[in-house]
């Protein structure tokens, strides 16, 4: 699976979008992004995954660059039950189905 | 309510004592499998399973058991705790194996061995 770096930690502002960035600049052609975020020692939850084309759900957007070596979760109105650890997974779909998580990024929303 | 279910949340052991933590799907979940997750050290898979009567080694099996008599049930065996197994743990399960489906994890169990 390919490295993935994400900034340690950001801050974001109750009501407001936060933009957590993950650069990947290894990838491969057959590897999908996959972002899981963890609130406080809870367990793990999956948030979105793209290959190549952007994608949206109830949750969040998922921005992914044309070269596909980056790609930018965005939390359009983020709440302060968004606050938690988020994880920016690459790896390809029929590797079986073990998650390997990096640091994350810390996303602390504040009121 | 879809959900992966854990028991014990907590638990206080010591050394040498065989425990069992529990997980159960319901989901009909094909894919089930268990992380430990240390500071530092990230999420790391012990065991998981592709269907019944089907489990294999993750990255850290040493020290733990498994089986997986029923598509929905997915036991963790310490045979004989010692202190190094103090962790969090993590059961979760996904449709399918090898392929891109999201994993659904349980709310974990924090497991101390004194």
């Known amino acids: 699976d390919a490295k993935t770096t994400q900034p340690p930690s950001m801050d974001c502002a109750e009501g407001r979008a936060a933009n957590l960035p993950c650069n990947h600049s290894?990838?491969?052609?057959?590897?999908?992004v996959y972002w899981y975020r963890q609130i406080h020692s809870q367990g793990p939850q999956y948030i979105i995954h793209g290959l190549k084309n952007n994608e949206t759900n109830e949750m969040a957007s998922l921005i992914i660059t044309e070269d596909r070596k980056s790609s930018t979760l965005i939390l359009p109105h983020a709440t302060l039950r968004d606050t938690a650890v988020y994880y920016c997974?690459?790896?390809?779909?029929?590797?079986?189905?073990?998650?390997?998580f990096g640091g994350g990024t810390r996303v602390l929303v504040k009121p | 309510e879809a959900q992966v279910t854990q028991n014990p949340r907590y638990l206080i052991t010591v050394t040498g004592k065989k425990l069992t933590v529990t997980c159960s799907q319901n989901?009909?979940?094909?894919?089930m499998s268990w992380y430990r997750q240390d500071p530092g050290l990230g999420l790391r898979q012990i065991y998981y399973?592709?269907?019944?009567?089907?489990?294999d080694k993750g990255d850290v099996p040493e020290g733990y058991k498994v089986s997986r008599k029923e598509k929905r049930n997915f036991p963790l065996i310490l045979e004989s705790p010692s202190p190094n197994q103090t962790s969090l743990y993590f059961c979760?399960?996904?449709?399918?194996?090898?392929?891109?489906?999201?994993?659904?994890f349980g709310p974990g169990t924090r497991l101390t061995v004194t």
């Open positions: 979760a399960s996904s449709l399918q194996a090898g392929t891109y489906y999201e994993q659904y």
């Open positions: 399973s592709m269907n019944v009567e089907v489990t």
């Open positions: 989901m009909n979940h094909e894919y």
């Open positions: 997974i690459v790896r390809v779909g029929a590797a079986g189905n073990k998650l390997t």
């Open positions: 290894t990838i491969s052609g057959n590897e999908y």
